[in-house]
């Protein structure tokens, strides 16, 4: 039952996103037919530079549906049901994620917010808690087992499971659901896990399609100024004015 | 910090729905402007059988889009983390729930299973706990206040809050969306808490259009079988040969 | 088999909308339950002006979904089916639109795009040609009749039918997507049959809730600069700098 | 200006699709992290036919969102602007299509109803017809060019363009969307234009991942009798009892 840390994966991406989401944005304004151009530029025929050159320009100009053709499929886990509470808020987007009804909870891992671990009186109280709540998780099983509650025991029980329960997801999003939840999440303004969280979904975006992520990220990293207002501006980039 | 109780209001829906969800029906088929007839609709002009008469034909022949122009807002407490979690995953709708970062929960209330509150020694060791969070809640709060944490105190306490924990939460959602929403969490199988909120929204939606969701329900009472399967069928109905 | 003109007409919206707004963003940050508050809010007993500068402040601090909680319903005509292949791209709302497969199109209506309508000698060749289409449509619906295709005839035929012939259609949205739908379709950029729409159901949606859609329209309007960059500016704001 | 004729092409595809959807199903009912699952069953240490089975019988007990994760992108040519309005109404996909305001249309290709194709005085009178409207398109544009309209003659003349113009399209969509979009366009009361193409874009989805569209379909095809009602029943499965 120790704390856990976040672990994110890329199990898939449509393949060769660039050139797909090239081929989607020519197809617009092109007179011929993309699926003739398809196999020229899986050969290579136009370079990987023209392509970015082409899809930054018209992502620039505010044309940016044709990169939802391309979609990431990410396993996250180490993270608890208080963010995935908040990622599944994100509607265009798909979940697949580890049931506390069917999956046993008697010895969960937990997540450790960064301030309580940095207090060690903080961080003693805390995980004197999460004893608890296991020995109550445990306790009530039995006693609704024992009652006659079958299989729906664990149903019941993790009523009593944290927030900082530890949970695995399968999310799949498309580049410009992500490109959303970056802005969102990347801000400084964000809650700190799910940041954390997006950091790491941006670096593997990054690292695969570096040609449409590169203006990835929060706001004020594509504005040059930040749009949360004197108020709660972090600092990073000075405010709009208003 | 007692257990509390399931309470739904329905704060607005769109008005006249009958007669718009008639209008929109007929603006597919007809040869004028629905605008046109929209006065007379709202006179009374047609009556309010001949409506339901014709809305209930089209949606039994499978057409069923324009049902989506009614929408239906409840305000929704006294149900868990767990339930808000799986409600929002009906993507197909909006949401406004009470926060656990800004709203301070040191005597949070919590809902009570009923097959835990029907077994007393269930029923103590689950009040037992309960007191256990909030004192550990307050206790990391405290700390985290004296230790320069702030107004992110909440944020960082409010991992110890259970499942359990009530939540408030104001729902929006389209007839075609509440559709589904029943079909899924109406059912026998669905989960205690989620569905005795579906049936509270049931009755309140049966309640003002009655002339739509009279069929509305799980998919059993539509079907008049149970497309669960023999396995998991709860009997009511037989299930599908396959 | 006149030329057409555009109208909107507002058939319906969430009732209370300001309130409702008010409530769902209150909900999120409030320790009670907004069901409490609502009868004080029809009530009158928190002013207007009080709640529009709360909603005020809160959108303009980034969080704007709750005013997804009140919905538009706009009935249109005299609009080209050119216009509703692109306004049925917006893909958050509802759409009930008159169909060509069902609606007898023998004496269709047409819009006539204003440079046209400008200039006599393509004016008259439009026209002319508005004539050579009903004719054709006319010619193929009695051979597909007299050749069996009964009912089936129209929707054959239609495939002649112009992107100019008229068609009517009901939408809803939601004030998000509504704002989305300004952004995008009230810029000068816009093509400008679409924009003309979106103009008159900005000026009914202001009529309405003048406290949320003061802020809405072209995205220049709220940006105080034009982001379609300087080459494709129209001029009345700055360009952003890149 | 000839007719044309329907293509789809299958551009891209989510990789491992069978084991991403087990994956995903895993996940839920799984205790640990199908990350670390995952370079086994790419290495085929589970067999195709046990992930099927385990697939095949999840979906069937109503649990089939896990089937969104994958997605499939293809490209459209050879149909009308009739179909492709008709396709774009489907709102959980991602459309990317040639633009008649940028793409030149002075000598547009166009579909031939078949109905029409049967009878050779139809399709002279169509053919005629076509002829007339390339003739008006092109006598416009000049028209709006000589004076002065310059790129804009393309996006005012394109009113005179038929429903039958050809056009292309890219178009995302996931499992999910797909099984939707089948159940409602492969049965015989859709339209002959988009059934045609649905039926290609299912042949493709069944080649690529059978073990998943094994069961997609019109819905008769899965119901084992047709919901359509003994009035539009096409007969083929007896109609649902009411």
Redesign the interface.
Known sequence: MPATRL?V?L??????PLA?VY???R?????G???DM?PRLLAGEISREKQAEFVAGVI???HV??I??V?F?F?V?GV???L??QL??H??A???????????ASSFD??L?P??AR?P??KA??E??MA??AD?YR??KD??ET?G?GT?AK??A????????ET???V?M?CRALFNFFEHRCCARA?WEIRALADKMLALCRMTLPEVFTTAGAKCERLGHC???AK?TCGKYPPAK?
Chains 1, 2, 3, 4 share one sequence.
């Open positions: 672990d994966a199990l898939a991406y449509t393949p060769e797909l081929a989607a944005f197809q617009c304004y092109h007179a037919f993309v699926a398809w620039s100009s505010g549906s044709p939802e053709h979609s499929t396993a886990e608890s049901r208080a995935t509470h599944v808020r509607r265009i798909s979940y697949s994620q580890q049931s506390q009804r069917y999956v046993d937990y997540v917010p301030a309580i207090i009186e903080a109280r805390y004197h808690f608890q709540v109550a306790d009530l006693i609704l009652n509650r729906k149903e019941d993790r009523f009593v499971l944290p927030q900082a329960a695995r997801i399968v799949t498309n809650q749009p949360e207002g709660f208003s």
